[in-house]
């Protein structure tokens, strides 16, 4: 070979065919893999505030639970309407489709959660008998994702 071809050989340059569908592949399962978390991502950018929704709603219900009488302050127990509930274990049983405010109104924009109440009697306290410790349950849920159950207790003593 003369010079002048050993001379155009060394000058090319470039990436042959089998180079350049390794790096095409390379690139878009690269690309693949990052739009997965992109997409994942924006399908559970609202999660977090569904969250605190539930367990605002949880703790709300709870301090209105706590603030009744421990026993029935007319005799009457079980009273029908929400409104009328006076005492902790009215609560029991409570079922709500969307949160409601403590005269059973809906509240608007948290018509999607769902909001239970079990009220039990209780041994779990040290040195409290059951018949004086209630143990209350709040359990809201949204959908199939969200299931928050918040639990306090309320004495006689």
Request: glycine share 6%; net charge negative.
């Amino acid at each position: 070979m003369n010079d002048l071809s050993l001379n155009s050989l060394r000058r090319q340059r470039g990436v042959t065919l089998i180079e350049l569908i390794v790096s095409i592949v390379i690139v878009g399962i690269a690309s693949s893999a990052v739009l997965g978390v992109i997409a994942m991502t924006t399908a559970h950018s609202a999660d977090p505030m569904l969250r605190h929704q539930a367990v605002a709603i949880a703790e709300a219900y709870l301090e209105e639970i706590s603030l009744k009488a421990f026993t029935d302050p007319d005799g009457v127990d079980g009273e029908g309407a929400r409104a009328l509930f006076d005492d902790v274990d009215d609560y029991d049983g409570l079922n709500d489709a969307g949160a409601r405010d403590q005269f059973d109104n809906p509240i608007t924009n948290l018509g999607a959660y769902n909001v239970a109440v079990a009220v039990t009697p209780s041994t779990a306290l040290p040195g409290v008998p059951a018949a004086a410790a209630l143990r209350v349950d709040v359990t809201v849920s949204w959908s199939n994702d969200i299931d928050f159950t918040l639990s306090a207790y309320r004495t006689a003593l």
